[in-house]
């Protein structure tokens, strides 16, 4: 009984199946191919516009104008799909709703992957766990958000490298976001003293450093932190540049100007006994450090 009856299931189903397609006739066709030509042009103009707006606008306003493209590019594919399904399907209610089970299933299996970045795009839309413009880590990649598809992120690194990270990554990863939709991103420049040095002395330098630095947004804070090592202290410098884009610059530009200032006053810097240097060389060979004497 089961079998007649998944039978008679199937066969209804395919009649279904052939009731919602329509007669495919050649002006159709050239229809069809129209829509998507059009709607191809329509995604690279939009494209182009939001990211020439983008550029032209005043900075505190750049990453608001482009976190509006991937919208505007989903508004335009369903428009495209929609009209497209219209001109060969026949997308009654009763015939829509005794396939869409069936069809759903078979895609479920064939395109799981493809389909579950598709959904975390979508969700990510809303969620806004990254935008256009953010600067975020995802396992080992780190870079700005320069594109945002249907089905996947892409990332420009430091070292100018794009990379395709797929949506559905949200699902598994850790996503660690620098700036969350802010033009600003905070930047932290470490330095390494001797413990004999002027911890006030450093601190009041390295302020000193981030307030004259030309990159540096003066209306976020500046802070110095110290941590003792049982080697030497740990100065860090937390600030933020302008842009973000010029996070490197920036980190750059600090360390140079702190490293002038310290050669200035000869301060010391932290060195690492023979005996720890041994022990490092020889974990790494896999050997065993020989007992001080």
């Known amino acids: 009984m089961l079998e007649v009856w998944l039978a008679q299931a199937g066969s209804e189903t395919a009649e279904k199946a052939k009731e919602i397609f329509t007669d495919i006739t050649q002006l159709k066709i050239i229809k069809a191919a129209l829509v998507i030509s ?14 020439w707006l983008s550029e032209s606008v005043a900075l505190r306003f750049r990453l608001k104008v482009k976190q509006a493209l991937p919208f505007l590019r989903a508004f335009l594919l369903s428009i495209a799909v929609f009209v497209i399904s219209n001109l060969f399907l026949d997308l009654s209610l009763s015939n829509v709703i005794a396939v869409t089970g069936t069809i759903a299933v078979a895609l479920g299996f064939a395109f799981k992957d493809y389909v579950s970045s598709v959904i975390a795009g979508v969700i990510a839309l809303f969620e806004s766990p990254y935008q256009v413009g953010d600067r975020i880590k995802i396992g080992d990649d780190y870079g700005e958000i320069i594109s945002y598809g249907l089905r996947a992120i892409r990332i420009q690194t430091p070292d100018d490298n794009t990379v395709s990270i ?18 600003e991103a905070q930047t932290i420049a470490d330095f390494y003293f001797a413990h004999d040095v002027d911890a006030d002395w450093v601190i009041q330098t390295l302020y000193r450093v981030a307030q004259t630095s030309k990159y540096t947004q003066l209306s976020l804070p500046i802070l110095v932190i110290m941590e003792e090592k049982p ?50 060389s020889l974990s790494s060979q896999g050997r065993s450090p020989s007992p001080l004497k």
């Open 38 to 51: 059009f709607s191809y042009f329509s995604l690279s103009l939009v494209n182009n516009i939001v990211i």
């Open 166 to 183: 797929p949506h559905n990554k949200i699902w598994t990863e850790a996503i660690s976001n620098a700036n969350q939709g802010e033009i």
């Open 231 to 280: 080697w030497g202290t740990h100065f860090k410098l937390k600030c933020y540049p302008m842009d973000a884009r010029d996070e490197f610059i920036y980190k750059t530009d600090l360390v140079k100007r702190a490293k002038q200032v310290f050669a200035r006053a000869k301060i010391s810097y932290p060195s690492l006994a023979a005996q720890v240097f041994e022990s490092q």
